[in-house]
């Protein structure tokens, strides 16, 4: 099983940089699909980037010119560079954590968010 606690958001001014965190607790870190998502108000939860345990990346094409998502697999901690922040990137930020298995589901655990507020 993994814990997964987010810090990092805030306040931020539109064209400023935030740098999310996702700090993990439990075993095999390094096995697991890490990702971001967001959530916005009134809208449904969408990924943002997902960094696979091979280090590949993957991003929404509204981010994906903006972020950069990387992990430390020594710190079991996951990392989510933002810049040029616009209000509509103004959501609660949520880490999630999937092991991959043959022939079964994947396992899934997902932090308890973190809000970024883009606002002058």
């Known amino acids: 099983q993994l814990q997964l606690v987010e810090s990092g958001g805030g306040l931020v001014q539109p064209g400023g940089s935030l740098t999310l965190s996702c700090a993990a607790s439990g075993r095999a870190f390094d096995a697991y699909t890490m990702a971001w998502y967001r959530q916005a108000p009134g809208k449904q939860r969408e990924l943002v980037a997902e960094i696979t345990t091979a280090s590949t990346n993957r991003y929404t094409p509204a981010m994906k010119d903006r972020c950069t998502a990387s992990r430390d697999n020594l710190k079991n901690t996951m990392y989510l560079q933002m810049s040029s922040l616009k209000p509509e990137d103004t959501a609660v930020y949520y880490c999630?954590?999937?092991?991959?298995?043959?022939?079964?589901?994947?396992?899934?655990?997902w932090g308890q968010g973190t809000q970024v507020t883009d606002s002058l």
């Open positions: 999630c954590a999937r092991l991959f298995r043959s022939r079964t589901p994947p396992d899934e655990y």
